[in-house]
């Protein structure tokens, strides 16, 4: 059962233009929402994050907006940049609901390859 | 701020051979430890997290085993290696003031030929 869902295995983008990311979840206990980049042969790295609180936050060039009625959530990348080519994860935790019992677990959708053009 | 050491980088391994993958942390004290495999062209899929010293759960029935002998220590293990064992394998941290962003370590890439 896929909790967390990237349904766009791959995005293609200019230099420049928005780049959107999409991710949905379907186990309402979720509160708590991140978004991690990893490039080839390393680990991910922590992008952004939102709490089920609220409905958007924004880091510089990177937005996160979160619909908690469409269990969606999606990231926006303004200007996108050739550097940003990587793979994206959308990542959801139970932490807060659970009473702080999960021990911050993360279910992670399959990625989405974002590949930006010069 | 934190570090996470993990070794092998990379590793080949044939079938049936015994794997120990380490992870080593720097920076904090006492946190949750995590053990997350990507297989080739899939998502992360958690295998083990620790709350402390001697403490694992296992969060999928698999081939594979951890332990944490020291606050800042989480090995992964395997007695006999299984062609599906092939995979990324990465050790992430989180702490106590945000449990849910968790930070990774630069991975091992194991291939059991």
């Known amino acids: 059962d896929q909790q967390v869902k990237q349904n766009s295995p791959s995005l293609s983008v200019q230099e420049g233009r928005i780049s959107i990311l999409n991710c949905d979840y379907t186990n309402s206990m979720f509160d708590y929402f991140l978004w991690y980049k990893k490039y080839p042969a390393e680990g991910p790295t922590f992008l952004i994050s939102?709490?089920?609180?609220?409905d958007k936050n924004e880091d510089g060039r990177f937005t996160v907006f979160l619909n908690k009625s469409a269990k969606h959530l999606s990231l926006h990348i303004v200007p996108s940049q050739p550097g940003d080519s990587a793979v994206y994860f959308c990542a959801a935790s139970a932490g807060l609901n659970a009473g702080g019992t999960s021990y911050g677990k993360l279910t992670f959708g399959q990625g989405t390859i974002l590949t930006v053009h010069p | 701020s934190q570090t996470i050491h993990q070794w092998p980088a990379t590793l080949v391994q044939p079938v049936g051979s015994p794997l120990s993958l380490e992870c080593t942390v720097e920076g904090t004290s006492n946190p949750n430890l995590y053990w997350y495999r990507q297989a080739a062209g899939r998502g992360l899929q958690l295998l083990f997290y620790s709350v402390g010293i001697g403490q694992i759960s296992s969060e999928v029935p698999q081939n594979l085993s951890a332990s944490r002998p020291q606050d800042r220590q989480f090995i992964l293990s395997s007695k006999k290696l299984l062609l599906s064992d092939s995979g990324f394998y990465l050790c992430a941290l989180s702490t106590g003031s945000v449990p849910y962003e968790q930070y990774f370590g630069p991975g091992t890439r194991l291939t059991v030929t």
């Open positions: 939102i709490s089920s609180i609220k």
